[in-house]
């Protein structure tokens, strides 16, 4: 199995450019999870899906994150406009839900804003 | 007080024991996790163990967990150089959601 996929794996932009991030899920896996890690905050949890729907996005910042889940194999993370303090590593990870109590993480997308 | 709390660094020699702690908040937790983060590197599934279990031991890694005292415990096994990482305790359930509250992580550093 190919794990969980993200791309890519590390961006730069500019201030106010929009930024998108993508996942593919392991193969099978009916939840989606974004987590963003900063040295400050730590992981936090920014939004889940199950079975493409999203249950959770209380922990997404600010309007100006969105996320969507079209289909069971994609996801992306939207940032726009993009601002420094958005800098941070973001990772995906899936799992087999309702008996999956593990989930697999991707290796992270590495985001700078300057 | 933070929701998943965690000492920061740890420093042990090599072959010895590492003990790496956590406390948690939420007894509706469902399951416990710990994972591993090299530099530069994802997030890597170590174990986990169910709420209602008080140990689980694999290989070099051994589980403890306290419900009453919402204490988790990795010991670590004979700890070699290539433990030296980042690790962190996760907890499931809170809220009966699904996503992991994590800690802030401890840094295990090896020492020769």
């Known amino acids: 199995d190919a794990g969980v996929i993200q791309s890519p794996r590390h961006e730069v932009t500019e201030m106010g450019q929009e930024v998108t991030l993508r996942c593919k899920p392991i193969?099978?896996?009916?939840?989606l999870f974004w987590y963003r890690q900063t040295m400050m905050r730590g992981l936090e949890l920014l939004i889940y899906?199950?079975?493409?729907?999203?249950?959770?996005d209380s922990g997404m910042p600010e309007d100006r994150f969105s996320a969507k889940m079209p289909n069971a194999s994609f996801s992306t993370l939207k940032i726009q406009p993009s601002e420094p303090r958005d800098s941070a590593v973001y990772f995906c990870?899936?799992?087999?839900?309702?008996?999956?109590?593990?989930?697999?993480f991707g290796p992270g997308t590495r985001l700078l804003v300057l | 007080g933070e929701d998943v709390e965690q000492s920061l660094f740890l420093s042990v020699r090599e072959g010895d024991s590492s003990v790496i702690n956590c406390t948690y908040t939420?007894?509706?937790?469902?399951?416990l996790y710990w994972y591993k983060q090299e530099p530069g590197a994802g997030l890597q599934l170590l174990t986990y163990?169910?709420?209602?279990?008080d140990m689980k031991q694999d290989q070099r890694l051994t589980v403890l967990l306290n419900k009453k005292d919402k204490h988790l415990s990795l010991r670590i096994a004979d700890t070699q150089t290539g433990d030296s990482a980042i690790y962190f305790c996760?907890?499931?359930?809170?809220?009966?959601?699904?996503?992991?509250?994590f800690g802030k992580g401890t840094h295990l550093i090896i020492q020769p």
């Open positions: 990870a899936s799992s087999l839900r309702p008996s999956g109590e593990t989930q697999y």
């Open positions: 193969s099978g896996h009916n939840s």
């Open positions: 899906f199950n079975n493409n729907v999203p249950i959770d």
């Open positions: 939420d007894s509706s937790s469902t399951y």
């Open positions: 163990i169910f709420s209602n279990m």
């Open positions: 996760a907890e499931k359930g809170r809220g009966g959601a699904d996503g992991l509250t």
